[in-house]
Antibody, heavy 117, light 112 residues
Framework: QVQLQESGPGPVKPSGTLSLICDVSGESISSSHWWNWVRQTPGKGLEWIGEIYISGSTNYNPSLSGRVTISVDKSKNQFSLRLTSVTSADTAVYYC??????????WGQGTTVTVSS | EIVLTQTPPSSPVTLGQPASISCRSSQNLVHNNGYTYLSWLHQRPGQPPRLLIYKVFNRFSGVPDRFSGSGARTEFTLKISRVEAEDVGVYYCMQTTQFPYTFGQGTKLEIK
């Protein structure tokens, strides 16, 4: 059974960098899937951040204006999110998710990231 | 960006009765390959979203057959034939036809 688990360092200061890791278990990250990041806030609801394929190909949400980078580490079977120049608007629950032909079919439990001084 | 508009915002339903949620897209969701990438997700409080329906009408593995999806192009519907207590929560439609992927604002299903 495939499982995803997000982890991160906790609170982030404004103008700082948010970094999260998604550990994939039960499946090789080299499988032919896209690995995604999605966030959720009470105000804006669910927002797609971006995705990465094992080849390194990425797609990002233009709303994040070039602040986002998603990368993959095959040796650790994990992928990562990096969001720079954060503000309070980036405070959210961040989810990693697997995207296959059946859609966004496996989600992590989510991790809350608070941007605060 | 494709905007998905769900109605109603909330839906109080009696146990055992049907429920229906609509999702309207600002653009045609038929992909160049002929498929329509419209999904439905369910989220309970404190839980991540869970996939129910993909490509308009396909039930994901383990999803009860009381859930059904229908629609085409810009108009889509999720129906629950007989609501059970475990169905409470928020339902979202999501499109992955065009970047950026987008979600509806959610419909909260409550028991009367």
């Amino acid at each position: 059974q495939v499982q995803l688990q997000e982890s991160g360092p906790g609170p982030v200061k404004p103008s700082g960098t948010l970094s999260l890791i998604c550990d994939v278990s039960g499946e090789s990250i080299s499988s032919s899937h896209w690995w995604n990041w999605v966030r959720q806030t009470p105000g804006k609801g669910l927002e797609w951040i971006g995705e990465i394929y094992i080849s390194g190909s990425t797609n990002y949400n233009p709303s994040l204006s070039g602040r986002v980078t998603i990368s993959v580490d095959k040796s650790k079977n994990q992928f990562s999110l990096r969001l720079t120049s954060v503000t309070s608007a980036d405070t959210a629950v961040y989810y990693c998710a697997r995207f296959t032909e059946t859609g966004m079919d496996v989600w992590g439990q989510g991790t809350t990231v608070t941007v605060s001084s | 960006e494709i905007v998905l508009t769900q109605t109603p915002p909330s839906s109080p339903v009696t146990l055992g009765q049907p429920a229906s949620i609509s999702c309207r897209s600002s653009q045609n969701l038929v992909h160049n390959n002929g498929y329509t990438y419209l999904s439905w997700l369910h989220q309970r409080p404190g839980q991540p979203p869970r996939l129910l329906i993909y490509k308009v009408f396909n039930r994901f593995s383990g999803v009860p057959d009381r859930f059904s999806g229908s629609g085409a192009r810009t108009e889509f519907t999720l129906k629950i034939s007989r609501v059970e207590a475990e169905d409470v929560g928020v339902y979202y439609c999501m499109q992955t036809t065009q970047f950026p992927y987008t979600f509806g604002q959610g419909t909260k299903l409550e028991i009367k």
